[in-house]
């Protein structure tokens, strides 16, 4: 083997991964077709999971120092969540993604681990031992396990002729950051009565302090194919149609035509290759979730491989990726294509449409509305389905950050290993056999009995005699 894990991309996804896997010693090649790092700026808005699981890390505070990163308010559908602001620890904050990736990156590089640039995958074969991926060189790499990593437009999603159901593409929109004159309001979705229409998202300022906002526009005749590029003047008569004089372009730093391509992969394991990021769901932007899912992925996928490589994971684990993560992006398809309807009845003159618009907008002004999307688009609210989770409180959902005194549960994670918190230090001898794997912890705090597996859900936090099956299951045979 010339590795154990090669990563077929690095954008967050295969960065994020790429990171699991140095933390747990994996031996493992990341890969990218681009020569140089992609100065194009896609998702803004981090959620709080993400947040949350890279804090576990340790990489939260790092990534927010690395610039100006303005807290921000979740949105569904442009309806704002204003109730849930202050709702978690970790507020939805906007983080460019190109601001991510070299954050990951330069993480990595740190560790001595380089991406490979100017490698694009064009072959893959597989067998008993493991996969052999050919390059567009030339160069051929055999690895035990591949993940495909490597977006929307996957060639090893291509190669392995994998199912990607759901919804093609019906049409584009314009999707670019701008600097404009005239735009007061943080968040604005406008149509003009002859259907054209405009949103507009705030982004932070640039390095001289301007506002910056990211814009979708798209209207009638407005949906062009991908390939022709964006230009100012199209910008400009999107804006005009909408708002007359009263915005103005004044910068447009990057654009692109995104479509409503709704699509997931039927399966995210195919033997020894797995599917992660936008390389095994895509859909419109919308909530800020493609990125954020990536990023989950990545974690969910990360200490399995490992546990795999290193000879612990029981035979279903890495099994449980595909089970875990393929109903969570299934949502948020479900999620981002109602969230697209409702955007399409913003400015309707339909009178029935907007009953529904008027009946939908006052539902989301209940604060249960709200906490209902907020758990949705978070990802606060994911719970995996696992043994135990029926009836109990915890399990299956992102553990707690318990104060232990000297130090926080989250902070344990840092090592990327097992936590069992065990307050009244009754689960010595049950965790020994373990205790290469699973660190016991938090002897005398005012906690819960809770076992958290390294991606930070907790796994067991019910009846004592149930702890040995639950370490079994996720942490493989005692030694
Ligand atoms: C306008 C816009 C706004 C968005 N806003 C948000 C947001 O606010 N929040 C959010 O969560 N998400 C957002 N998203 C979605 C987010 O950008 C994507 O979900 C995210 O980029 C997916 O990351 P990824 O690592 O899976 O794939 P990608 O970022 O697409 O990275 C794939 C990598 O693989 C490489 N690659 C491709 N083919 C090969 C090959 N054959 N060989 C080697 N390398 C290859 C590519 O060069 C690339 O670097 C937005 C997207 C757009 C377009």
Not at 450 to 461: E, F, N, Q, S, T
Request: proline fraction near 6%.
């Amino acid at each position: 083997m010339d590795t154990e894990v090669l990563i077929v991309g690095a954008g967050p996804t295969g960065l994020t991964l790429a990171n699991e896997l140095r933390l747990a010693d994996v031996p493992v090649v990341l890969v990218d077709k681009l020569s140089q790092r992609s100065t194009l700026s896609k998702a803004g808005g981090v959620q709080s999971r993400t947040q949350q699981a890279f804090d576990q890390r340790g990489l939260l505070e790092p990534l927010l120092a690395t610039g100006n990163h303005p807290i921000g308010t979740a949105h569904f559908a442009g309806v704002t969540l204003a109730l849930t602001r202050d709702r978690h620890r970790y507020p939805w904050r906007s983080i460019p993604q190109v601001v991510i990736e070299g954050f990951l990156e330069e993480h990595l590089a740190a560790q001595d681990l380089h991406v490979r640039r100017g490698h694009e995958l064009t072959g893959l074969a597989q067998d008993g031992d493991g996969v052999t991926a050919t390059f567009a060189s030339g160069a051929v790499v055999r690895s035990r396990y591949l993940v495909a990593a490597d977006g929307g437009h996957s060639t090893v999603r291509s190669l392995l002729k994998a199912e990607f159901l759901g919804r093609p593409g019906t049409m584009t929109t314009v999707a670019a950051d701008v600097r404009l004159d005239g735009c007061e309001q943080p968040m604005t979705h406008a149509r003009s009565e002859d259907g054209h229409w405009v949103s507009l998202f705030p982004l932070g300022t640039d390095p001289q302090g301007r506002p910056l906002h990211r814009l979708a526009l798209g209207g009638p005749g407005r949906s062009l194919p991908r390939e022709v590029p964006v230009t100012e003047d199209e910008i400009r008569d999107g804006l005009r149609a909408v708002f007359g004089s009263q915005v103005r372009l004044l910068e447009l730093r990057y654009a692109r035509r995104i479509t409503n391509a709704a699509l997931q992969a039927a399966k995210y394991r195919h033997g020894r290759v797995f599917l992660a990021g936008d390389a095994a769901h895509v859909h419109l932007p919308l909530g800020a979730q493609g990125m954020n899912t990536g990023i989950q992925d990545a974690l969910n996928l990360g200490w399995k491989l490992a546990a795999a490589v290193h000879g612990w994971a029981p035979g279903h684990l890495l099994d449980t990726y595909h089970a875990e993560r393929h109903p969570v992006a299934a949502a948020v398809l479900h999620n981002v294509q109602a969230q697209s309807l409702l955007m399409d009845l913003q400015g309707t003159r339909d009178p029935d449409l907007m009953a529904f618009k008027e009946l939908f907008t006052a539902l989301t002004q209940l604060p249960a509305v709200q906490y209902h999307l907020d758990d949705m688009l978070s990802g606060m609210g994911i719970r995996y389905p696992m043994p135990g989770a029926e009836g109990q409180s915890l399990v299956g959902l992102p553990a707690p950050d318990h104060d232990l005194g000297s130090t926080r549960s989250h902070e344990l994670l840092r090592r990327g290993r097992g936590v069992l918190i065990d307050p009244d230090d009754r689960f010595a001898d049950v965790a020994a056999p373990w205790q290469d794997r699973v660190d016991r912890t938090g002897q005398g705090a005012d906690a819960e009995p809770m076992l958290i597996r390294p991606d930070g859900y907790v796994c067991w936090a019910g009846k004592p005699d149930d702890l040995e099956p639950a370490l079994g299951h996720w942490f493989g045979e005692p030694r």
